[in-house]
Every structure is written in C-alpha cells, then in structure tokens.
C-alpha cells in the first residue's frame, strides 16, 4: 500500500508564496505519474499539476488557471513531489492534494479517477 504524507501550505497573504510537499513511500520512480489537485468549499476537485515521473520521460503538465504562478518538481532521492506556488491569489484558496498514479490506470492526467493513491490533504488559504 503505496502513502502520500503532503505537507506545507497553511495561511499566506495574497501576493505571497509556499510549497506542498508530497513523500511517497515508495521510490518516486516507481510512480508512472504524480499529480495536484485542489478542492475549494463546495466545488469540485480540480486538477492543478502533473508531472511524469518515468526516467525516460519527464513531461509536466500544468493548469492554465496556475499557469506561470505554480511549478511542479520531484526530487527521486528524498521520493518527494514539490508544488511551489507563487502570485498566490484568494481564489487558490482550497485543501489540496497529492495524488499518484501507481497501479498504471488509463485515462487522462486532468482526470481524478486517473489517480489510484490519494494523500490526506493540505490547507492552504490565502488572505486578501
């Protein structure tokens, strides 16, 4: 049984930065691929970073509504994924999560049920 331990976020004025981490507890070069997504109150959980995490192919993806304000990483010596969030906005306001892709489903990287191992969780509010 794959774990996902987030960590990170918390309260950040608007404007301001921080980073999500994600330890896997497996080799992260395991993973076929690792992902963010986020939830705000009373919507859906939306997809924001993704990134491959194969040797031979080392494709990230991002959000257009993120785009140019967060960045995705991993570090395979510490099997950790990284989100850093810059330009942070209210409206990222939202508990965000790691997921990974560990089992080989199909589908598409946007797409929570692409997702086989979820972590806990991170709040990370920004205030205005």
């Known amino acids: 049984q794959v774990q996902l331990d987030e960590s990170g976020g918390g309260l950040v004025q608007a404007g301001g930065s921080t980073r999500l981490s994600c330890a896997a507890s497996?080799?992260?070069?395991?993973?076929?691929?690792m992902g963010w997504f986020r939830q705000a109150p009373g919507k859906e959980r939306e997809f924001v970073a993704a990134?491959?995490?194969?040797?031979?192919?080392?494709?990230?993806y991002i959000a257009d509504s993120v785009k140019g304000r967060f960045t995705i990483s991993r570090d395979n010596a510490e099997n950790t994924v990284y989100l850093q969030m810059n330009s942070l906005k209210p409206e990222d306001t939202a508990v965000y999560y790691c997921a990974a892709n560990v089992g080989l489903r199909s589908g598409s990287y946007v797409d929570t049920g692409f997702y086989d191992t979820w972590g806990q969780g991170t709040q990370v509010t920004v205030s205005s």
């Open positions: 990134a491959a995490v194969s040797w031979s192919n080392g494709s990230k």
């Open positions: 497996i080799r992260t070069t395991r993973i076929f691929i």
